[in-house]
């Protein structure tokens, strides 16, 4: 039976989380044999032209550090630009990985599991690439540690006020919670690893990482406790992270940017991002590695449908913007919108139409859905088309002001470009490095979907066949045994009819 024909649902019946009817073994072999093989040449390219991008974004933060933000594109009257929305860009696509962990988790949807690890590694990394715009921003980096609440001699005390302030607390926070759930997941194949170990110093690295895991029923209890609270403790900063993101804007009297429906918007725009950027590497992972039987069609369907979700409640939210800049009654908020659409930067206001509204639509087609090119094309035009949404909300609310004679065209300087190009060479450093040192696969979560780890396997969705194959074989035997009756009732009527005319 093909792979298609596998996963193709029947009523009363779901695809099979896991294909090429692998037991326990195999999914062990396939996931840690990525991890224990040796470093293979096209890895090695892939992490050269990885840093190679990184160490131009180290470049050009030297650069800003020596000269300061004259570097960058900004005038008197764009004062935020490339920066804050390489900021707001990198901290929407962390959100995929906390949301498929955490919330679909607690809603126990048993597809998340073979995804989940590679999300929550990429949100960490997403993270860490949207810090080096605040942190830097700030100009004099050395500085930067007054941001937090430190007793200092100067008597200087952070600005509890600015939603800038909440950022640092919600994405700090954001943060530790990702990377103890992350690395919480990972113990049951850290151990796993250890024990397959070959060599003295892995055993004893792993050894250590593994916190002496050793798969009692004491540690299994720890372990899911600790998991569920970790994720009841994530699953509101999956909605607060970005809301509060969506406060430096629409806190201000800024017409474009002072308006309510920023939070909802903003969550809404995060999750489509995030789920965009797991489908590119999920599509580009699963080939490489040999995973499509762990990875499958499935589970990029859901991923599919989310986005399709998302990107239409994103293009509500792009319309609904107009309705309300129109019923305010307020002129500057109704210029601000027609600018957007028709003012000088008219092409990014359609390419994030485009991208973000009308190319998540083909999703409703299944064909589409579950074609993996298809797929791949359409999730890297979602985060072209967000990459421009943020842009377009930065730079069009700001370079046309209430006083004409400073109305300005933004453009973006070498160093703009590089940073943002740069923060992309940190990111992919990091997952490559994750990709061949940690399981990108939850092995144990994994097994706990498959059809053996399910005492009442041949009753459940997935062992209907079975099932019904028990019960046509008892049917079958039944019969049989009906049949043989009859024959025998047959055979002893006519041995008394013989035996009667033999008397006779």
């Not at 509204?357 to 074609?371: A, G, M, N």
């Not at 979602?382 to 300005?408: A, K, Q």
């Not at 923060?423 to 997952?431: I, K, M, P, Q, V």
Request: net charge negative; charged share 15%; glycine share 8%.
């Amino acid at each position: 039976m093909t792979t298609a024909a596998l996963q193709e649902d029947t009523p009363g019946k779901r695809a099979p989380l896991v294909l090429g009817h692998r037991d326990f073994n195999a999914v062990t072999e396939t996931v840690a044999g990525i991890v224990e093989k040796k470093t293979t040449p096209s890895w090695l390219v892939l992490l050269g032209l990885a840093v190679s991008v990184l160490l131009i974004l180290l470049g050009s933060l030297g650069k800003l550090v020596a000269e300061g933000l004259g570097i960058w594109g900004l005038n008197n009257t764009v004062f935020w630009a490339w920066d804050i929305t390489g900021f707001v860009f990198w901290i929407g696509i962390g959100h995929a990985g906390t949301l498929i962990s955490a919330i679909l988790f607690l809603f126990r949807q048993k597809w998340r599991t073979s995804i989940n690890r590679a999300a929550e590694a990429m949100t960490i990394f997403a993270v860490m690439s949207a810090a080096i715009y605040p942190v830097f921003h700030v100009g004099r980096v050395w500085f930067a540690y007054w941001l937090f609440p430190i007793p200092n001699q100067m008597s200087m005390w952070p600005n509890f006020k600015s939603p800038l302030l909440w950022d640092v607390f919600a994405i700090s926070t954001y943060a530790t919670v990702s990377i103890l759930f992350w690395y919480v997941g990972l113990v049951p194949d850290l151990a796993t690893l250890r024990d397959r170990a070959t060599t003295k110093v892995r055993s004893i690295v792993l050894g250590i990482f593994s916190l002496g895991w050793r798969g009692s029923h004491r540690n299994w209890l720890n372990y899911e406790k600790t998991y569920l609270i970790l994720a009841g403790l994530s699953t509101p900063l999956v909605l607060s992270v970005h809301t509060i993101v969506s406060f430096d804007f629409a806190v201000s009297i800024m017409p474009g940017w002072h308006t309510t429906i920023f939070p909802p918007y903003f969550v809404a725009g995060a999750i489509f991002s995030g789920f965009a950027m797991v489908v590119s590497l999920m599509v580009l992972a699963r080939k490489a590695y040999g995973l499509e039987g762990l990875i499958t069609i499935k589970h990029l369907e859901n991923m599919n449908k989310i986005i399709l979700l998302t990107g239409t409640m994103v293009g509500y939210a792009y319309a609904i913007e107009y309705f309300i800049a129109w019923y305010g009654g307020n002129e500057y908020e109704r210029f601000a919108f027609i600018n957007r659409a028709f003012g000088p930067y008219k092409w990014a206001y359609w390419t994030m139409w485009s991208c973000n509204v009308f190319s998540p639509q083909l999703f409703w087609f299944k064909r589409i859905r579950t074609s993996i090119p298809a797929m791949f094309v359409i999730s890297i035009f979602v985060n072209i088309g967000m990459w421009f949404e943020r842009f377009v909300i930065i730079v069009t609310s700001l370079h046309r002001d209430y006083i004409p004679s400073s109305w300005t065209y933004f453009r973006p300087s070498l160093f703009d470009i590089s940073t943002f190009l740069g923060s992309f060479g940190l990111f992919f450093t990091l997952f490559l490095l994750f990709l061949r040192f940690l399981p990108a696969v939850a092995i144990s979560e994994v097994k706990g979907v498959m059809p053996q780890a399910d005492p009442h396997a041949g009753h459940d969705d997935h062992g209907h066949d079975a099932h019904d194959d028990h019960h046509e074989e008892a049917s079958a035997k039944a019969d049989e045994s009906e049949d043989e009756g009859d024959e025998g009732e047959e055979a002893s009527d006519d041995a008394e009819k013989d035996e009667e005319e033999s008397r006779g």
